[in-house]
Nanobody, 119 residues
């Protein structure tokens, strides 16, 4: 089982920046496909950015060119650099780790960190 802990959320002004960090408890971090999701109350959780074990990262259209996802497997860490923030980026952001196993994909989630973009 993987435990994920997010940090770095908070209040930012429109046009500002925040950097989210997710640290995993596993020593096999590199085998997990990693992603950031976000959720607004009353709405479904949506994928913001994903960075697989191999291959390019991909982004939700609304954050392309503004957010950058990266990972440091040696530090068991996932990052989300958020620039040019907009009020519509306000949400709880969740770290996700996914592992493909013989019975299908297994997902692990962090507890979430609140990001609020407002004047």
């Amino acid at each position: 089982q993987v435990q994920l802990v997010e940090s770095g959320g908070g209040l930012a002004q429109p046009g500002g920046s925040l950097r989210l960090t997710c640290v995993g408890s596993t020593g096999s971090f590199s085998i997990y496909d990693m992603a950031w999701y976000r959720q607004v109350p009353g709405e479904q959780r949506e994928l913001v950015a994903a960075i697989p074990t191999a291959g390019p990262a991909n982004y939700h259209d609304s954050v392309k060119g503004r957010f950058t996802v990266s990972r440091d497997n040696a530090k068991n860490s996932l990052y989300l650099q958020m620039d040019s923030l907009m009020p519509e980026d306000t949400a709880v952001y969740y770290c996700n780790a996914q592992l493909l196993g013989p019975t299908g994909p297994r997902d692990y989630w962090g507890q979430g960190t609140q990001v609020t973009v407002s004047l």
